[in-house]
């Protein structure tokens, strides 16, 4: 599959990360500082460079935004959902899980085209 064909999912997988790191580190200014809290900001640091990743064309990247999204949720979700900011929790679980699909479905359709 040419490039061109994909990289409009890819543009908007690299917005929501932005968006995600974004919210992971306006979080610092709703919760109370803790060490969860400070995690909590370095994984949005490394959602925008997630990002910045997807912006690009290595596969690496795709990789990188199906696993950190993973991790964030696991890691992070029950503490996101019982916070003070569900509503907040809810927008970074949807916006990583939108992620992990656009991340998926790129990867599943150059892996496909490379075997045609």
């Known amino acids: 599959m040419p490039v061109h064909e994909t990289r409009k999912l890819r543009n908007f ?12 580190v306006g979080q610092l200014w709703y919760t109370e500082l803790d060490a969860l809290a400070m995690a909590t ?10 990002g910045l990743g997807l912006a690009g064309q290595s596969r690496f990247s795709l990789w990188m935004a199906i696993v950190i999204p993973v991790l964030s949720v696991f890691a992070l979700g029950e503490y996101l959902l019982l916070g003070p900011q569900i509503m907040v929790a809810v ?8 992620i992990i699909a656009i991340a998926a479905y790129i990867l599943f359709k ?7």
């Open 13 to 24: 997988a690299a917005t929501l990360s932005l968006i995600s790191g974004g919210a992971h």
């Open 41 to 50: 900001a370095l994984l949005g640091i490394f959602y925008f460079l997630l």
């Open 91 to 98: 927008l970074l679980i949807t916006l990583d899980t939108l």
């Open 110 to 116: 150059t892996r496909h085209a490379e075997m045609d």
